[in-house]
């Protein structure tokens, strides 16, 4: 079993400043992981997905993750956030073993983004 | 393409009644998700299904039912409402490791 663990619940941040939310993992088997980020009344989006590879890995709206196996970490940044960018972000994982996340991606608990004019 | 549909968007249920939660997808997938979101804990896995006439329990499954008939189809039935399920409904469906997700559904049980 694998778990996620966000360790920010809310980040406010200026407009126009860097971001970096942060997201741990565990698991005993290798794992893809993913950033999907949730507008207000909105269903969640794909950002970004670590497969293999590189281990920096660009999405969409300039969002980067940098996926680092030792630290078992998954860290979301951007170097310059806008308003638009208020939402909530969910780091999650899926079992390398378990045929594709054909049994459901593993959620953490989501970090609320508040940027500042 | 639609995507992930879910209906209702809103509904309030009475302790003890049922409903059905309808979720369609028109690209072919063949993984299809239910997920329930609660303030400050993420997303849970209810139910999920890897093709037609294959469902399977996830993480909190008591008190739900699922079908699955068709590709397209993933119903959510609830069958004795209780406050504990109030909650945001979410289904999706999946293809090559990408999750598509639907509006949601917001549910209140009184």
């Known amino acids: 079993a694998q778990s996620v663990t966000q360790l920010d619940s809310q980040v406010p941040v200026f407009e126009e400043a860097p971001v970096e939310l942060r997201c741990n993992y565990s698991?005993?088997?290798?794992?893809?992981l993913f950033w999907y980020v949730q507008y207000p009344n909105q269903g969640l989006q794909l950002l970004l997905k670590?497969?293999?590879?590189?281990?920096l890995v660009k999405g969409i709206n300039g969002f980067e993750a940098e996926f680092n196996k030792s630290q078992t970490s998954f860290h979301l940044r951007k170097p310059s956030v806008h308003i638009s960018d208020t939402a909530e972000y969910f780091c999650?994982?899926?079992?390398?073993?378990?045929?594709?996340?054909?049994?459901?991606?593993?959620f953490g608990k989501g970090t609320h983004l508040i940027i500042q004019p | 393409n639609a995507g992930v549909t879910q209906t209702p968007k809103f509904r309030i249920l009475k302790i003890g009644q049922s409903m059905t939660l309808q979720c369609a997808q028109d690209?072919?997938?063949?993984?299809m998700y239910w997920y329930r979101q609660d303030p400050g804990m993420g997303l849970k896995l209810i139910y999920y299904?890897?093709?037609?006439?294959?469902?399977d329990k996830g993480e909190v499954p008591n008190g739900y039912n699922v079908s699955r008939s068709t590709t397209e189809d993933f119903p959510l039935r609830l069958e004795l409402a209780a406050p504990s399920q109030t909650s945001v409904y979410f289904c999706?469906?999946?293809?090559?490791?990408?999750?598509?997700f639907g509006q949601g559904t917001r549910l209140t049980v009184v």
């Open positions: 299904s890897v093709g037609a006439g294959i469902t």
């Open positions: 698991s005993s088997v290798s794992v893809y």
């Open positions: 690209m072919n997938h063949n993984y």
């Open positions: 999706a469906s999946s293809q090559a490791l990408e999750a598509f």
């Open positions: 999650a994982v899926s079992d390398f073993y378990s045929g594709g996340g054909a049994d459901g991606l593993t």
């Open positions: 670590y497969l293999s590879g590189s281990t």
